[in-house]
Each structure stands twice: as structure tokens, then as C-alpha cells.
């Protein structure tokens, strides 16, 4: 980019592509008006497939209305938008846990019982999704009910193989990546709102775990899966590598350590975005694959060489805020090469929103990935974010 870099006319896109594009696209397509919530199991076009409600894609549309309520970009709509959040909150709280307090995988439109409570990242993603709906609204009913999703989550994560984790089961004797980065950040959000000491050493756990135990500096690289005691594990599954995934971790602790003031780790973080930029991106069709292995060989996680939209997205945030903690030169360099890639072949016109499955050379395939849902989260969460740092890098040009 120029301009001073061109930050500017990329702001001007950015926030056309999320008040033009993405925002219409799920109020007029999504919006369940007669029992909250979203619809997500929707097509590109909006066309309903089918009427079941993700708890993944509620709890996280309950941080993304929460977000854009605060936009000033979207001041005219700030009522409409925290409309459709109040009844994503209201569904959630009335349906969303099971009777244990844990939340569940999946309901019925009506909310009725569908999948149970088969995965904690539900009550991660709760977490985020409550603690953002407090910042924007000061509700104490949705307060009170993350301080129980908080500490019943650190009674269960304290004893690992406790838990189920759908889509992304951990074998016994392993620990996930992806349980620390989640509620890493879930803790952070919810600590740092409301100055809560014991939250903000919970997300420092985590953090620290993610840091220690998962990446791994002289290999240049981040792990999924290690053993418990943090060891490396000499298997396909323990060689798996997925650089989006890692991209997006990275930019959770370059959030958390700057507010715990930790320069080190904030320049590990930042170091290792660059890693696994080189280490996914495909030279051949461009876009960062899905998954790649540690050595080289037969990647063992599933669509390894799909072009997923939201490593793409992750991507463009953490390529952002990277350049904006290290002011290095290949931050934009990778931008300007993802952010061409990205909206050149997700953006799906005239009806909004991006697609979300290609393959590697491109096209558009239907098999589920993960969750047979349109997820608002990766994508309108990352143009929120970039819009707040190109505001920022745009004045100081």
C-alpha cells in the first residue's frame, strides 16, 4: 500500500464492504423474528436450509451484533442491530444450557433440545458473546450468567479428558490448542471488563499455555495437539499444523499481552504470524491452506488444502495489528497479498456476505466443514478490527 500506504482508501473499503455488504446480508436474510436468534444453516444466496440453531453460531452472533452496535459507522442502525442481539441474548439465556449449566451443541428453532452439551467451545464462545453483549448494553442479567459460565468453565478445564470438545474431539493424554486460545481470550474479555483479578490470571493461564506449550520457536511453528505435559507427540495428529488457526491465536495474545504490558511475548506473537503466513500460504494458487504437517508429509487434518474464507479473514486482522506493534514491512506486504486473494474469490454479488469453502484452486465445494452453518463471526469480527486499526494507522500517516 502507499499514501502514506494507501490506509485510507483500504479503510474506505473496509468499512463499505462490512456497512454495505456483510451487515445487510444477516438482517435480511438471518433474523429469527418470532423466537430470537439467527438462522445460520443458510446459503449463500440466504435461501433457508434448514432451521436448527448452532449454539457456535449464536453465542458468536451475539458478540458480532453486540460489536456493531458500537460501531460509529453504524450509529443510524444501532437500534435495529441491538435488537437483533437483545433476542439472540434472549434465546441463549432461555434455551442455551442444559441442567447442569453447561452450554449446549445445538437446538431446534423453538429452541427445543437437539445436540446437548458435547462441546466446551460453546461456553467459550459464550463467554465472548455475554461479555460483549455487557459491554454494549451494561446488562446485569447477561453479567451475572458469564460469572457462572466462567467459573463452571475453570472447574471443568482444570481436569482435562473431563470435557467433549465437537467438532475437534482431544484424544485421552492430549491437550488442545484450540481450548487454550479460546478461553484465553474468553477470560480476557470478560476480566478486563469488569477488572476482575482472578478472571485476568485464568486468561493468563491459558495464554501462557498457548505460548509454552503449543508454539514452538525453533521449529517455527504452532502445534494443535501436544500431551498434556506439554510434550511434543511424534504422530500425524501431533504434526498437525493449522496456520490460520495460529495466525488467529497470535493476535488473541498480542491483545492479551498488551494489556498485561509483556513486550516479549507481544514480538513472539507477532513473529509468529509471520511464520505460519510463510508456512500456509499455497505459491501456486495463492490463499492460506487449511492445514499443513509439521514435516512435511500427508497434512492429517481433514480438507487440509482448502482455501477456508476465515484464515483469510484472521489473516487480515492479525497482518494489521502485526504491522501496527512492529511497523515491519513484510506485515503489509502478506496484507496486500491476502487481503487481493480474499476479495477476489470470497465476496458473493449481488446478495452480500462471503462464501466460505473453496478448494484449493478456487471453487466452491458443499461438503460441511466443521459446522453445516454460515457463521457471522469470522468475517464481520475481522472488518471490525481492521476498521479500528486502519482508523488508527491512517492517522498517523
Known sequence: MSDARGFS?????????????????WLTHAVDSEHGGLFTCIRDDGTLINTDKYMWSQLRALWTFSALAGMPELEGR??????????????????GRDGNGHWVFALTREGGPHTGATSIYADG???????????????????????????????RLAVPGSYPSDPYPVPAGMKSHGISMIFSLAFFELGSLIGDEDILAQARHHA????????????????EFTNLDGSVIDSPRGRAIVPGHAIE???????????????????????????????GWDEE????????????GEPWWPFADAKLWWPQTEALYALLLAFEESGEDWCLEWFDKVDAYAFRNYPVSPHGEWTQRLDRQGNPFTETVALPVKDPFHLPRALIYAIGSLSRLSREA
Open 285 to 296: 494458487y495463492g490463499g492460506i491452506l487449511h492445514a499443513v504437517d509439521a514435516e512435511g
Open 78 to 95: 444501532r437500534a435495529e442491530l441491538l435488537a437483533v442481539a437483545d433476542g439472540i441474548f434472549r434465546f441463549v439465556s432461555a434455551h
Open 125 to 155: 464462545f459464550a463467554l465472548l458473546g455475554l461479555t460483549e453483549y455487557v459491554r454494549a448494553t451494561g446488562s446485569e442479567e447477561a453479567l451475572a450468567l458469564a460469572l457462572e459460565t466462567s467459573r463452571e468453565a475453570v472447574r
Open 9 to 25: 482508501a483500504t479503510l474506505a473499503r473496509y468499512r463499505t464492504e462490512l456497512t454495505d455488504s456483510v451487515v445487510p446480508f
Open 208 to 223: 501462557d499455555q498457548v505460548m509454552d506449550d503449543f508454539l514452538q520457536p525453533e521449529r517455527r511453528l504452532l502445534l
Open 249 to 279: 491465536s497470535m493476535w488473541f495474545m498480542i491483545h492479551i499481552y498488551s494489556w498485561f504490558g509483556d513486550a516479549d511475548r507481544i514480538r513472539q506473537a507477532v513473529e509468529a504470524i509471520r511464520w505460519h503466513m510463510e508456512l
